[in-house]
């Protein structure tokens, strides 16, 4: 029997990708009467304002709304906490910060307009600087910790202690297609919101706290979006909101599109940590204790900052059981943009500080790494519990390794790494694996759920809604195909519909990689609905028990009688059978204490495994990354082609975090790297030139959707292994000391390392 799930299948839209029809929100034929919004920055990064005078802008020609302050509902678009305004009120707290919005008929008017708006500014002092203002004790937010045991005394009882510090930078989304939105009012104060939003519900609900209306006058639609990758789940709101004031304002359609520059200067990236911890182990590595402080750079605001900080809490453990851990997560306010939702969402600071902290240990014993891994991996009962509390069930983290050993022969590969070395003193090469156990289900409990909408027209064809939101990750087609599985047709038959609030209400974002794993579930929940209604009508009509019928190749059989599943839809609407189901699904099993951080955030974990070889150039810092093997787990992947697509983007874009993507800001709190030319994401010369993905193909243990698992997030942790292969290549040279190299690991911060191991050589 064909299926159409398990089977590789291209993207839903991407013959309109490679052709250019697709339709991005740039692309929306204009409605009548359609104005172009530009924002007014705060140019200081903190600042109180004095006064605003929009007079200037209004006598423009052809401006027709300009807001500052004037807004009908509440100034507060906070996704967690309160007082986070959509416009600057009373202080601007960053260099970007949107003061005020003006509205004309074209762009360049509205620009212009801008230009005249005069603020007049108290410049106060302002804090840039992620140790300045930890020590200042500013924070957005207050203190975290997860942990369990007695740290000081296993400190006290072990042979062996290290500690250290490591800090890795942010990172901008870099999507394709920007922030943007287009408001219509309509009758009755209704509003339609078209957004580039990973979160309709929350967009929705900014708009309405903003306007003053009921969550039912406003309904915001997202069809596709260009990339988001975290940065257009909560930042999209601000963005949706704005341009809903100006067309309350107006009373007339406004679309707000940000310049690569303003948006990348106003709206927020992955939070930059400074990890500082101390290890207490044996002479086999084996760590007892552990004592790590995740300092996190959150901006001006919360955001969504509580929840990333405890993500990374509760990945800082990796694939390790450690009998006595404190981690402890500090979220300081400095003023610069907020940092909000990245790829990851705190996991790849989590567990790169432990890899940081394993490699550590590994060099000071003189041992591979990997039996340093081997001896804290978590295992049986009693070293299955994490610090949170969670047992771990279904480990794989072993059968991963053994996997991503029989693809790459690590051994031989080392030994033609060892064999270079030996040749060459200038270009440098390193190797290095990562192990991963990522945690899927949000943090937040309530957020694990989903709705569908599913309809069957009596021609046969399918319509199916759900919730989660497309960004070019293959969503649509995954759960177009578990739909077409379960009526046993092919997938061209399912037609995907936007995302839209009015369809599917209070969604939960596509994030936390749970988006196949809750709105394929919904909607095959929606889809048996229905297939129970039509088969109790093939049944009665072959006379037949309602267990013999069977949907196969596009047919509704009972042995060696049959239908179309046209004939079939049909003969069920003469009947006036309902041929429409909702579907709604919520995670089982899991919960989570916030306060306490304990209990069970997630439903299951996910594995994989990967080994990076890297060439340095030890004369200018410059790294290449030439191989990478990949083990993925993907549960029984509902596409291959999708999450084998998935694995590759997210590899090479952690690549991007730990090697090349910088963001500095000026002395004045002026982010300089506004575009790229100034901030270097990975291009297609840095994608390794092998780069090979291996499926586990291992049916989940928990009953998700057809026992596949999420794929989104954890590969980008997978390229860790690069940044240690980097640190391994530094540490063959010829040196003595640890080897000191934050992330990203620039050519500055290469070479610097590079010194800093042969002045140890000298000193010796």
């Known amino acids: ?79 967690i906490r309160t007082n986070e305004p959509l416009l600057a009120a009373g202080e601007a707290d960053y260099v970007g910060h949107p003061v005020a919005a003006v509205a004309a008929p074209t762009l360049d008017a509205a620009r212009a307009a801008a230009a005249l708006v005069r603020v007049e500014y108290e410049v106060l002092p302002a804090l840039l600087d992620l140790d300045a203002a930890y020590e200042a004790g500013a924070r957005v937010a207050p203190d975290q910790q997860v942990g369990r045991g007695d740290v000081a005394a296993a400190f006290a009882s072990s042979p062996l202690r290290l500690s250290g510090e490591v800090r890795c930078g942010g990172q901008d989304h870099f999507y394709l297609e920007g922030q943007i939105a287009i408001a219509i009012p309509g009758e009755d104060r209704d509003m339609l919101v078209y957004s580039s ?114 993500r990374a809490l509760c990945h800082a453990d990796n694939c390790y059981f450690i009998p006595a851990t404190r981690f402890r997560g500090v979220l300081v306010k400095t003023n610069t943009v907020s940092n909000t939702a990245f790829r990851g969402f705190g996991a790849p600071q989590g567990m790169l500080a432990i890899e940081a902290v394993m490699d550590e240990i590994a060099r000071h014993l003189g041992k591979p790494i990997e039996v340093v891994r081997a001896a804290n991996h978590y295992g049986a009962a009693p070293r299955n519990i994490t610090p949170y509390g969670q047992e771990v069930e279904d480990s794989l983290i072993e059968e991963a390794m053994a996997h991503l050993d029989a693809k790459a022969n690590l051994a031989a590969w080392r030994a033609e790494i060892d064999a270079f070395n030996a040749q060459s003193s200038v270009i440098r090469k390193g190797l290095a694996t990562m192990p991963i156990k990522f945690g899927v289900s949000f943090n937040l409990t309530t957020l694990n759920q989903a709705g569908a909408l599913v309809h069957v027209y009596t021609d046969g064809s399918v319509h199916l809604n759900h919730g989660g939101t497309e960004m070019g990750q293959g969503l649509f087609v995954k759960v177009a195909q578990v739909v077409a599985d379960a009526f046993g047709i092919p997938l061209d038959h399912v037609r995907v519909s936007a995302t839209s609030t009015a369809k599917v209400p209070n969604t939960s974002p596509t994030a936390a990689s749970s988006g196949s794993d809750l709105n394929g579930m919904a909607a095959l929940i929606a889809a048996k609905e229905i297939r129970g209604r039509m088969a109790g009508v093939v049944a009665a009509h072959f006379d037949a028990p309602v267990e013999e019928v069977v949907f196969a190749e596009g047919r509704v059989s009972v042995g060696n009688r049959s239908l179309s599943f046209g004939e079939a839809a049909h003969m069920a609407w003469q009947q006036r059978v309902p041929l429409s189901a909702t579907g709604f699904y919520k995670t089982p099993k899991i919960h989570f204490d916030l306060a306490k951080s304990e209990g069970r955030p997630f439903y299951y974990y996910t594995y994989g495994a990967a080994a990076a070889e890297v060439a340095v150039d ?14 993925g787990d993907c549960g029984r992947s509902l596409n291959p082609a999708i999450d084998i697509g998935q694995i590759e983007g997210a590899f090479v874009q952690g690549m991007g975090w730990l090697t090349c993507e910088e963001l500095k800001w000026d002395a004045k709190g002026r982010l300089a790297t506004r575009g790229p030319s100034t901030y270097k994401i990975p291009g297609s010369r840095d994608v390794p030139p092998v780069l090979n993905v291996h499926l586990l193909d291992k049916p989940n243990a928990e009953e998700t959707v057809l026992r596949s698992k999420a794929v989104g997030e954890p590969p980008l942790m997978l390229a860790i292994s690069v940044w240690l292969a980097i640190r391994d290549a530094i540490a063959g040279l010829p040196g003595d000391g640890p080897v000191h190299l934050d992330a990203p690991a620039t050519p500055e911060r290469v070479l610097a390392a590079v010194a800093a191991r042969r002045e140890g050589l000298a000193r010796a």
């Open 618 to 631: 030890t004369l200018s810092g410059a790294v290449r990354v030439l191989r990478a093997e990949i083990v």
């Open 1 to 79: 029997m064909t299926r159409a799930v398990h089977v590789p299948a291209r993207h839903e839209s991407a013959n309109a990708h490679v052709s250019g029809r697709a339709v991005y929100l740039d692309d929306i034929p204009e409605p009548p009467g359609l104005l172009h919004a530009a924002l007014v920055l705060s140019p200081h990064a903190r600042a109180r304002i004095v006064s605003i005078d929009l007079s200037a802008a209004r006598a423009l020609p052809g401006v027709v709304a300009v807001a500052a302050g004037d807004i009908p509902g509440v100034n507060d678009i906070a996704p």
């Open 197 to 310: 939003t990973q979160h309709p519900t929350e967009a929705q609900h900014g708009v309405a706290h903003v306007l003053g209306l009921p969550f039912a006058a406003v309904t915001v639609e997202v069809r596709r979006m260009g990339g988001a990758f975290g940065g257009k789940e909560s930042q999209a709101t601000i963005i949706a909101a704005i341009a809903a004031l100006l067309a309350h304002h107006a009373g007339k359609p406004v679309k707000l599109r940000l310049p690569r520059e303003v948006d990348m200067e106003a709206t927020g990236k992955r939070h930059p940590f400074r990890v500082r911890w101390e290890a207490g182990f044996d002479g086999d590595g084996r760590i007892a204790g552990l004592d790590m402080e995740f300092a996190a750079d959150c901006g001006n605001v919360a955001d969504l900052s509580p929840a990333v900080v405890s």
